[in-house]
């Protein structure tokens, strides 16, 4: 479905219409050959239609957005960072994204365009069903209907988001969006838990989902998998009082996402609002950050919100039944057309969506066909998201938690009085405990059917441990904070499946050992590099190698010198270590088992999995990744003996999305690796088509470390820069510092702000 425009309910209106009607009877008459069809004719006529007004915004709307920019005022500091302050909080939210337009509009628009399920409009068909995914699972009927009934409140600040992004358009008319040429006020509310990729979908895949769609049996069309690139989540630590320098709490804030996912901002009202941190392109508040009283730092999890369902259908009449409690109910069906690229033109493909009570029909596996419940477009979520921005401490946060929007995500927290907290998960449906949730249902059954959600006293979570720290990498809470860790038999399975992975183990190991953190102490542990699965994988090889081979075979050649560098390596990542080189690309060539993070109940986690396949592992399964490894190596740089740096680079991409890395233009030496083989800084790089050397692609983005004390510490990194313009000096200011792990200070008051001032200016001029 195509988003009617925002113009379409102006006072002008009726004058928009009548133009856009002699346009097309022009357009009509003088182009279009009469042998076009009809929906070939209706899909051209839409898009010519809509980029004919694209340039025009009535008199009352620009009226409304000057006024409203009278009241903001953006500071830009010498990093680059816009500091916006508005006299309300609807202010601040308009100033918030005419800023972030400024900086990335491309990355804006993709995010929403993604969210309305409409990607295959600038793709290609190749893009189709991962829009039909989208479009069964967020239905925007849903959310225009809760934006209408939004609190006042609410509904002022959603109108100060579309306003804020069409002043933008208006005031830069050179910026040619690539499909969205007005912004709605509902947009904001596709979105769950704040996070743009948070989509819940079980096990199902876009391949599935296809087959059934188009009933075939296509093969999978899902991405494939590079266990580097997809190894994505977060680092979150709190520090209590007890072991800081200083007295107070401090947070680390450490999302691992992809770069130039999130920029790094700052919005003050005079109704209260002070949030300092990151936003995902296009957000309307701070996801992860703080405010003068507290901070919130989410790490993805595995905790269960969505289930699958087998559904026992059948036709009768030529309508679709399934099966519930021993009696027929109908399937419910809706007629869903999309729309894809096919050269210069719009095709369209309509199909009919299917659903039971449990959701959408996603699959079908054997003669069953599958729904999929789960939660992945709410109003409370963002209603969570806004009111944790202002929350005063541990105990007002505590309330926006029992809002239990929040999906995707857990919670790690500190605040000004010395608390710190952890939450796994925020939204857990009551389930029956004598299932194995992670299965299949019964869907023609109630005992399968969620029975509310768990109060938030119900779920995992920690408050105040004696150690006086705690963590969370994306592992088990069991571990968040060593001995003194939630007990796994307190819970049932499902609230927690997530297992330990080996940035988790790293992560203890390193904050056990440190008492008196300042702020620098603080990113020197999340910056620790210890790689702590090769622990486990080098002496696997080592004593495979040792016992095996003797001077005289082929293998022992190939191989001896390697083995010999491995076998003295410390684990440490480094720039100048050919160690890194070696374990790295010897790693990502063995058994995938290893680099599972994610599991479901009952399943061995990475470590598990990691110490058996290192306990049972052939020489041949432990030799021959190592021997492609040197062959590969010496094909593309002529010798294998190469340190980690001069093969692992960071290259600043500019705001277009399809700009290349490339050998022969500048990058810099980084000594950090993947997160996913223990180390706590994450930078997910690999090669690219046309390059020998790896870039990365993901990984650290926005970092920071904030202490709470009567004034507020803090001090932040991000991946490259806070512009996406090649031509701004803030495009790459960070990029050298981003690669040497050297962080900037935080400018949190607005004293320090003016005196680093580059520009002051109120949106428009």
């Not at 939660?375 to 541990?394: E, H, P, V, Y």
């Not at 100048?576 to 374990?583: E, G, H, P």
């Not at 993901?698 to 991946?719: D, Q, T, Y």
Request: aromatic share 12%.
């Amino acid at each position: 479905m195509f988003s009617r425009p925002s113009w379409a309910a102006d006072a002008l209106a009726d004058t928009a219409i009548k133009k856009i009607g002699n346009f097309i009877a022009v357009f009509t008459a003088i182009f279009v050959p009469k042998t076009c069809s009809l929906m070939k004719l209706t899909a051209l006529l839409l898009l010519f239609s809509l980029a004919a007004w694209s340039q025009n915004f009535t008199t009352s709307q620009i009226n409304r957005y000057q006024q409203q920019a009278k009241h903001v005022t953006i500071v830009r500091d010498n990093w680059g960072v816009p500091h916006i302050y508005g006299k309300t909080d609807a202010d601040a939210v308009f100033g918030l994204l005419y800023a972030q337009c400024e900086d990335d509009f491309g990355r804006l628009e993709m995010n929403y365009i993604e969210k309305l399920g409409r990607t295959a409009e600038l793709k290609g068909e190749s893009a189709l069903y991962n829009d039909l995914q989208i479009r069964l699972l967020i239905d925007s009927t849903e959310a225009i209907a809760d934006y209408q009934k939004a609190a006042p409140w609410l509904k002022k600040l959603l109108n100060a988001y579309a306003d804020g992004i069409n002043f933008y358009l208006y005031k830069n008319p050179h910026v040619k969006p690539a499909l969205l040429h007005r912004f709605e006020p509902w947009y904001p509310l596709l979105w769950t838990d704040g996070s743009i990729g948070a989509i819940n979908t079980s096990d199902l895949t876009v391949a599935e989902l296809k087959n059934f769609y188009e009933n075939t049996a296509t093969a999978a069309i899902d991405p494939p998998h590079d266990p580097e690139y997809h190894q994505t989540g977060s680092n979150g630590f709190a520090f209590a009082p007890s072991i800081t320098a200083s007295k107070h709490a401090i947070l680390y804030i450490n999302p691992h996402v992809t770069f130039y996912f999130r920029p790094e901002v700052h919005v003050i009202s005079q109704e209260g609002l002070n949030a300092y941190g990151a936003v995902t392109w296009g957000q309307m508040f701070v996801y992860q950050g703080f405010n003068q009283y507290c901070g919130w730092m989410h790490t993805s999890c595995n905790v269960d919100v969505s289930d699958v369902y087998a559904e026992q259908v059948v036709k009768k009449e030529g309508r679709f039944f399934y099966e519930y409690n021993q009696k027929l109910r109908p399937v419910s069906e809706k007629k869903i057309t999309l729309y894809y690229r096919v050269g210069n033109e719009l095709q369209s493909k309509t199909m009919t969506k299917y659903a039971t009570h449990h959701g959408p029909i996603m699959a079908k596996r054997g003669e069953k066909w599958v729904s999929l419940r789960s939660f992945n477009r709410s109003m409370t979520s963002l209603i969570q998201s806004w009111k944790r921005t202002k929350a005063t401490g541990f105990d007002t946060f505590k309330k926006t938690m029992e809002l239990r929007g929040n999906t995707s995500n857990s919670t790690v927290f500190a605040d000004n009085k010395g608390n710190i907290a952890y939450w796994h998960g925020n939204f857990v449906p009551v389930r029956n405990t004598s299932l194995n949730w992670s299965k299949l249902m019964d869907g023609t059954t109630s005992t399968t059917e969620w029975k509310g959600l768990h109060p938030v006293a119900e779920t995992v979570h920690l408050y105040n441990p004696a150690n006086g720290w705690l963590q969370n990498c994306n592992s088990t809470p069991f571990s968040a904070a060593g001995s003194n860790s939630p007990k796994k038999a307190n819970y049932p399975p499902y609230m927690a499946p997530d297992g330990e992975n080996f940035r988790g183990v790293n992560a203890v190991r390193v904050l056990e050992k440190t008492k008196n953190y300042t702020l620098d102490k603080v990113i020197e542990a999340g910056y620790d590099t210890y790689l702590a699965a090769f622990e486990v994988l080098v002496p696997a090889l080592v004593q495979s190698f040792e016992k095996n081979t003797k001077p005289t075979d082929s293998l022992y050649t190939q191989l001896a010198e390697a083995v010999q560098i491995l076998k003295k390596w410390d684990y440490h990542a480094a720039e100048n270590s050919v160690a890194t080189t070696l374990a790295i690309e010897w790693a990502q060539r063995l058994t995938p088992t290893i680099t599972r993070l994610y599991i479901d109940q009952g399943q061995d986690d990475q470590v598990q999995n990691t110490k058996r396949f290192a306990a049972t592992a052939t020489i041949d399964q432990l030799a021959k990744p190592m021997i492609a490894v040197l062959n590969d190596l010496k094909a593309k740089f002529g010798k294998w003996q190469l340190p980690w740096g001069e093969i692992n680079r960071f290259q600043r991409l500019t705001g277009n999305l399809e700009n290349k890395f490339d050998d022969a233009q500048p990058s810099y030496a980084v000594k950090y690796a993947s997160a996913l083989w223990g180390m706590l800084p994450s930078y997910n790089s690999r090669t690219h088509a046309g390059t020998n050397k790896r870039y990365g692609l993901s990984g650290n983005s926005f970092v920071c470390a904030v202490e709470f004390g009567p004034r507020i510490k803090a001090k932040s990194l991000l991946a490259g820069g806070n512009s996406s313009s090649p031509d701004s000096k803030h495009f790459d200011d960070q990029a050298k510092m981003y690669a040497e792990g050297k962080f900037k200070h935080v400018l949190f008051y607005k004293e320090d702000v003016l005196k680093n001032a580059e520009r002051s200016y109120q949106p428009g001029q």
